[in-house]
């Protein structure tokens, strides 16, 4: 099945500090998303690109569609506290029978340092 | 807005017995996904539908059920629970229609199921 790595696993900065983390896919993807989640909820969508080269923001977020459509980048600028939690890539082929459905990445654990 | 309605939150069964989970979509999505998501893993799929059809189906166990009604509601049905079912599951929905749809899976709160 198809497999998405996602980097970093985690990252521990100072408040302020932008942060970057990407995902890279062995197959091609017709829609990438962001989530984010927090302990014991469920995964909020922050991001969703439709086309490849396509770049979003949302307030101090931003993401990249890849050319190849291949892999997706999330950057996040001038952190703070409450942006903690654990961000997932996903990813949504809508050819032949995948019918939608989300592959997601491991997540990459972020922790802002007041 | 109203969201994804999961219930219960959480549940707490012995081995062997049996569990439903019940979702309720967003207002006019047609398209209903379930994951699974263990203590430190990203969520794995476990069966969608649509139009109150299965759509596709992932990794759910033979012991596990699932449906989704007139009303669009799903109910994720599990029996002769083990140990390692105990995750947190997650229902999904979006809106796939008419050729509006956009890609957007919108999470519920998950239900955690504890198998003792």
């Known amino acids: 099945g198809q497999q998405l790595n996602q980097s970093p696993q985690s990252m521990f900065i100072q408040e302020g500090e932008d942060v970057s983390m990407n995902c890279t896919s062995s197959?091609?993807?017709?829609?990438w998303l962001w989530y984010k989640q927090e302990p014991g909820e469920g995964p909020v969508l922050l991001i969703a690109?439709?086309?490849?080269?396509e770049l979003t923001s949302n307030g101090r977020l931003t993401a990249q569609f890849g050319i190849t459509r291949k892999d997706s980048f999330l950057n996040i600028s001038a952190s703070i506290p409450s942006d903690v939690g654990i961000y997932f890539c996903?990813?949504?082929?809508?050819?032949?029978?995948?019918?939608?459905?989300?592959?997601f990445g491991k997540g990459t654990l972020l922790t802002v340092n007041p | 807005a109203a969201g994804v309605i999961q219930s219960p939150r959480h549940l707490i069964k012995e081995k062997r017995e049996t569990a439903t989970l019940k979702c309720y979509p967003i207002?006019?999505?047609?398209?209903v996904y379930w994951y699974q998501q263990g203590p430190g893993q990203d969520p794995q799929f476990l069966i969608s539908?649509?139009?109150?059809?299965?759509?596709d189906k992932g990794s759910i166990p033979d012991r596990f059920s699932a449906q989704q009604f007139s009303d669009y509601h799903s109910e994720l049905n599990m029996s002769s629970l083990e140990l390692g079912d105990s995750a947190l599951y997650f229902c999904?929905?979006?809106?796939?229609?008419?050729?509006?749809?956009?890609?957007?899976?919108?999470f519920g709160e998950g239900s955690r199921l504890t198998v003792l």
């Open positions: 197959s091609i993807f017709n829609t």
């Open positions: 999904a929905s979006s809106f796939r229609s008419r050729g509006a749809y956009t890609g957007e899976l919108f």
């Open positions: 207002p006019r999505h047609d398209t």
């Open positions: 690109l439709y086309k490849a080269g």
């Open positions: 539908f649509y139009e109150k059809m299965q759509s």
């Open positions: 996903a990813g949504q082929d809508r050819s032949g029978g995948s019918n939608y459905k989300l592959t």
